[in-house]
């Protein structure tokens, strides 16, 4: 055996080269410790364990299959006849979760939507609801109109102006029960979300109510929404504050006659069809094609609502 020149490493010989692994002049060299075989003082060896998996030279690397990371990566062209494989499916979209998260339809989505909501019964509305909605129609005539839309649109964000300030007020309350804490916050966005949606609304419907030149009376478009409002928050609070579960009967009435409104207004005006819809909100709330479309979406936004509304109905209450 050739003595290593010191400062250098002797190379190391394994297998047939070296006699075998437990046959041979090397495995004869080795000895048992404990079971284990271990190096002996003629050289480097190793245990069975050892040569089995650890041992440098033991498995010489494969560099199709255990690339060394320090070795560049060759590059190789992709051969055009390979189909490319296709992308894993990433399944079925999340629905919604709230209704500010309703996405924008596309024309066909819209007009098959309206055609729902005018195929669906409206809902057996309440006492205060129906009252709502006789004075509406006493003060702004029984027939759509942009105009009483704006009106509808500047009491439709009260309830949840309402819910979300006693939301915050329960969590003031319930912040160390987590599993409620988590839901009132939940909660809390939703409202949030709801109250920004009716905004837009309102915006869009104004800005279309004043390029036509209406919604100019003192009275008509300032005072009485004005005092329609307070009065209606009122009722609102109170519903909430005594029975919470009318209070969402109430707004889920009202979306279900706002979703109906828009929608028979849209068909009752085939000219709105051609009539082109440009807003200077577009880019927050999206635009539509024709001002029929954009009643339509807003419409959907209404059943959304509507929906959410019966979704609290159903819920237990955050308290
Ligand atoms: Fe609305
Ligand atoms: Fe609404």
Known sequence: MATPVPGTVAPRRCGAQAGGRTGGAAGSARRRDGGRLVPDAAGPRWTAQEDRHDRPDAHPPDPHRHPDPRRPVPHRRPDPRRPIPAAPSPGPAPLPLTAAQTPRLGRRALIHEHRVTLATPRRRYGPVARLLFVTMDLLYGRRGSLEKFMVLEVVAR??????????????????RD?????RITERIVENREQQD????????????VAAQGGGRGRLRFGLLPWLMAVGYYHVAWLLFVLAPRASYRLNADFEDHAEHTYAEFVAAHPELEHLPHHSSFARRYGASGSV????RQIGHDERMHKLESERYLAAEPLR
């Open 158 to 175: 009260i309830p949840y102006r309402i819910w979300e300030n006693a939301a915050y007020r329960a969590l003031d309350r319930r912040h």
């Open 292 to 295: 029929a479309d954009l009643l």
């Open 178 to 182: 987590t599993g409620l804490a988590h």
């Open 197 to 208: 949606n009716e905004q837009w609304h309102l915006l869009i419907i104004g800005e279309l």
